[in-house]
């Protein structure tokens, strides 16, 4: 009984939990986005759809998977994981008595009366057993130890789970570590597919510059005809060139533009893209006609990888308070060895020289001068700033989620209304051209209008470029294509019967 009461009292102690209960602190944002945002919303949810299935650009789509194959910051961040791998098993394994096997054997001369006998005794904390025997000479004798063992050396008896809270927040910071490359995964996503819109943005509008050019080109050739034939004055030929080294002027702007955006592609994807690429698509073909559904703010803790990086480390902060809290109570090891000694090795494996030694030890804090409690304010302080991290995290990703919802909506009226205003000022410049020649108008209603239809059309391309980039983002922040990745968090571990190793045990 006194064995049975024994074994109910440590495993009683052993259930100590002294971290406080994982919760959830609540959303700080609103239950749904604004509504005027949302209307006539679609059914498709984004974390259903791959990012090859949402990007139509066959040349986004290789640049992006030469990306994820390359980037230097990704393979960081996939090293981060295995770096918190290996610091969560070298944590996780002071959870169990770790056996090692010693094996001794030694020979030497001892003067008599010096005690030069056999000394049965193991050292402490030693692991196994020692024997050993004298052989009379003359002037002394000859000792002869050997000894074969196994044994456990301060293995700590957990009754207040400060190892397995130190286990339960190395684990929290390695699936972490997990959410946190999947969340720069998908950042570089947006990032390869921004720096790639702003290089056809830039394509397109050198290709309206140079076609502005040369048209200026024939008008500045047409003024100076007239000039040298006395129909129009000076000031009408200097408009004219004014007009075309603007055009020049933006065309260089942008060929410089272009170059920094493709050397920043070339950054994100780690090299030099191949030669043979498959051909672009046009901005105007870069919509996706998939309608994506916003759903509600709540979903977004589960999809999104930055809210779920944010809850595994407030999870290890609140582990980290078990351990601060079991420092103020005692620490309990416990020693132990079995195996064999004697004096011969010929019969060294012997019942009769059966040696073995078992003993507890104990450590109980009495004076620290406020150490373990300022530990555990260290602890409740880390607490709080997670759960600040954790609210601001889902901030962000709220307004995230609205910037984008609002920007699909406005910057479709905003395409829509330019794309007339562009047609309006074709039609103006045209106007202004045949008065020009019939000589109602000067010079200057031209200029006036070739430069406003200019500006409305490069302005047209940032929109549709704008608009495009809108819509990545907004798959991007819903958490785009999350539900076909691999997950690593705790409930996963434990459908797939790992609840305290990492998910590959199985395989291991």
């Known amino acids: 009984m006194r064995r049975l009461a024994s074994v109910l009292w440590v495993s009683l102690l052993a259930g100590c939990q002294l971290a406080p209960p994982h919760e959830r602190p609540e959303s700080p944002t609103a239950p749904r986005y604004p509504q005027a945002y949302t209307a006539g919303a679609g059914n498709v949810a984004p974390a259903s759809i791959g990012w090859r299935e949402f990007l139509l650009d066959p040349r986004l789509e290789l640049l992006i998977t030469l990306a994820l194959e390359r980037n230097r910051d990704l393979q960081v961040a996939v090293e ?12 996780d394994a002071d959870r169990y008595p770790t056996l090692g096997l010693n094996a001794d054997a030694s020979r030497g001369r001892f003067p008599i009366g010096s005690g030069g006998t056999l000394d049965s005794s193991a050292g402490t904390g030693a692991v196994g057993a020692q024997g050993g025997g004298a052989t009379a000479a003359q002037g002394g004798g000859v000792v002869e130890r050997y000894s074969l063992g196994i044994g456990v050396t301060a293995f700590e008896l957990d009754f207040w789970g400060r ?20 969340a720069f995964r998908l950042s ?16 397109e509008r050198i290709a309206l510059a140079e076609a502005t050019v040369r048209g200026r080109r024939d008008g500045l050739r047409i003024a100076q005809i007239r000039f040298d034939a006395g129909i129009t004055s000076a000031l009408d030929f200097n408009q004219a060139q004014a007009l075309l080294t603007q055009a020049e002027t933006d065309l260089a702007a942008l060929r410089l533009t272009r170059a920094q955006q493709w050397n920043f592609l070339t950054q994100l994807i780690g090299g030099e893209p191949p030669e043979a690429l498959p051909p672009a698509k046009a901005l105007a073909q870069q919509t996706n006609p998939v309608t994506l559904a916003e759903g509600l703010p709540s979903e977004l803790l589960l999809v999104r990888p930055d809210i779920l990086a944010a809850e595994e480390r407030l999870r290890a902060a609140r582990a980290n308070i078990g351990v601060a809290r079991a420092a103020f109570f005692p620490q309990v090891s416990l020693t132990g060895s079995a195996g064999y000694a004697s004096s011969e090795l010929s019969n060294l494996i012997d019942s009769d020289n059966r040696t073995w030694s078992i003993g507890p030890s104990i450590s109980l804090p009495l004076f620290d001068f406020g150490r373990n409690r300022g530990n555990l304010t260290v602890a409740q302080a880390r607490e709080n700033i997670a759960i600040a991290e954790y609210e601001r995290a889902i901030e962000v990703a709220f307004r995230e989620v609205a910037d984008a919802l609002a920007g699909r909506r406005y910057l479709a009226e905003q395409v829509a209304a330019q794309q007339e205003n562009v047609a309006t000022l074709r039609r103006i410049a045209e106007l202004a051209q045949e008065r020009y020649a019939e000589g109602v108008v000067n010079y200057l209603e031209v200029l006036d209008a070739e430069r406003n239809l200019f500006d409305a059309e490069q302005a047209f391309i940032q929109i549709r470029r704008a608009q495009v980039q809108n819509l990545i983002e907004l798959y991007v922040s819903l958490g785009g294509g999350t539900a076909a990745e691999p997950r690593a968090t705790a409930a996963r571990w434990q459908a797939d019967g790992c609840p305290d190793a990492l998910p590959t045990c199985g395989a291991e």
């Open 188 to 203: 570089l996503i947006a990032d390869v597919s921004a720096t790639y819109l702003a290089v056809r943005e830039a394509a």
């Open 163 to 182: 190892v397995r809270n130190l286990s339960e927040a190395a684990r929290a910071q390695y699936l972490a570590s997990v959410e946190a490359q999947r």
């Open 80 to 91: 981060r994981i295995e770096e918190a791998r290996g610091q969560f098993r070298v944590q």
